[in-house]
């Protein structure tokens, strides 16, 4: 079974730039979510979609960030425009359900470097 | 609000020697325990997580954690380190409703020959 695949790998902007990355969750899950994690601390929630409705993006800096998903399956999350804060790996996960306990699944992150 | 406390920032063991990582939370009821793993340059594996029941729980790599109420812990551990085991612990809580987990700082292990 394939993962949850994300490009680009890297990426490296100057700052007022704008950066896409993009999402493929595991087939037949639902939920899918992305998150931010600055070097040195854990991963922390943008957004959280069910199908391709938003469950959760009270912690998603709308001025600068937005995110889509479309026909409920491949995801977008956009940067526009980036500051130097926003370096950061932004991981994608998904999962089968949003219940309690739910294990979920994460791809190997996209890499943002803001200079 | 939920919360998670990973008190070590870094942990070196030599290969062989045992290894527990410790994490505490902050919640009213019992909470939905998970640890991960990010290896280098990769995404978080889920290692093991608790719900109910049995308050030792078993992963895989051999790890397991034990979920302390009174002491609102749930510390990992393994018997014996392999360098492959080096990467970086993150600890988190769910609790009733959210259904999100909220992660703590984490917890980098090294493996020293």
């Known amino acids: 079974e394939a993962g949850v695949a994300q490009s680009p790998r890297y990426k490296i902007i100057e700052k007022r730039q704008s950066v896409a990355f993009w999402c493929n969750p595991i087939?037949?899950?639902?939920?899918l979510y992305w998150y931010q994690q600055i070097l040195g601390q854990g991963p922390k929630l943008l957004i959280q979609?069910?199908?391709?409705?938003?469950?959760?993006d009270s912690q998603l800096p709308k001025d600068r960030f937005s995110a889509e998903r479309l026909k409920g399956v491949d995801s977008t999350l956009k940067i526009q425009p980036a500051k130097l804060e926003d370096s950061a790996v932004y991981l994608c996960?998904?999962?089968?359900?949003?219940?309690?306990?739910?294990?979920?699944?994460f791809g190997e992150g996209s890499w943002l470097t803001v200079v | 609000a939920q919360s998670v406390t990973q008190p070590d920032i870094h942990i070196t063991v030599s290969e062989g020697a045992s290894l527990e990582l410790r994490c505490n939370y902050s919640?009213?009821?019992?909470?939905?325990l998970f640890w991960y793993v990010q290896s280098p340059g990769q995404g978080l594996q889920l290692l093991l997580k608790?719900?109910?029941?049995?308050?030792l729980v078993q992963g895989i790599k051999g790890f397991e954690a034990e979920f302390k109420r009174s002491q609102s812990s749930f510390n990992l551990r393994k018997p014996s380190v392999h360098w492959s085991d080096a990467a970086e612990y993150f600890c988190?809580?769910?609790?009733?409703?959210?259904?999100?987990?909220?992660f703590g700082r984490g917890t980098s292990l090294i493996v020293h020959p």
């Open positions: 996960a998904s999962s089968s359900n949003t219940g309690a306990g739910n294990t979920i699944y």
């Open positions: 087939s037949g899950h639902a939920t």
């Open positions: 979609f069910q199908n391709n409705g938003v469950v959760d």
């Open positions: 919640y009213g009821a019992t909470p939905y």
């Open positions: 608790y719900f109910s029941g049995d308050t």
């Open positions: 988190a809580v769910e609790s009733g409703g959210s259904y999100i987990p909220t």
